[in-house]
């Protein structure tokens, strides 16, 4: 049995606070519902945003608008904008995040990202 039900939830971003997180470059805000195994954050980059570091979590994430790029440690980039997501699993690649206009997204990430072997 599953003890991580989720009940129907409704969330109302305008009423969920934001919290600021400085980049290498620029300022991301979170607003963030956290559930047991889950978080769900809508995301914003100021303009200009450089992730201040390389991340191994696995997400879901989702433009809702504005273009960003999603760089891996080997070097490869790719350009999301508004409508793309990207999906990786905890521990498969060293991603990081930046804008140049700005961009605000839906990021998904818990327990059933983590790998297995």
Same mark, same amino acid.
């Given at each position: 049995?599953n003890?991580?039900n989720?009940?129907f939830?409704?969330i109302?971003w305008?009423?969920?606070?934001?919290?600021e997180?400085?980049g290498e470059n %620029?300022?991301a *805000?979170?607003?963030t519902?956290q559930?047991?195994?889950?978080r769900?954050?809508?995301?914003?980059?100021s @303009?200009?945003?450089?992730?201040?570091h390389?991340c191994?979590?696995?997400?879901?994430v989702?433009c809702?608008?504005?273009?960003?790029?999603?760089?891996l440690?080997n070097?490869?980039?790719?350009?999301?904008?508004q %409508?793309?997501t *990207?999906?990786v699993?905890?521990e498969?690649?060293?991603?990081r995040?930046?804008?140049?206009?700005?961009? @605000?997204?839906?990021i998904?990430?818990g327990d059933?990202l983590k790998?297995?072997?």
């Amino acid at each position: 049995m599953n003890n991580r039900n989720i009940p129907f939830s409704l969330i109302d971003w305008t009423n969920v606070p934001k919290s600021e997180h400085k980049g290498e470059n %620029g300022v991301a *805000y979170w607003q963030t519902m956290q559930f047991e195994g889950l978080r769900i954050r809508l995301v914003e980059y100021s @303009k200009g945003y450089i992730a201040d570091h390389w991340c191994t979590k696995g997400h879901i994430v989702h433009c809702l608008e504005g273009e960003f790029v999603s760089e891996l440690n080997n070097g490869e980039k790719s350009i999301l904008t508004q %409508g793309m997501t *990207y999906v990786v699993t905890d521990e498969l690649s060293s991603h990081r995040s930046s804008t140049e206009n700005g961009v @605000k997204l839906l990021i998904i990430d818990g327990d059933f990202l983590k790998f297995n072997n």
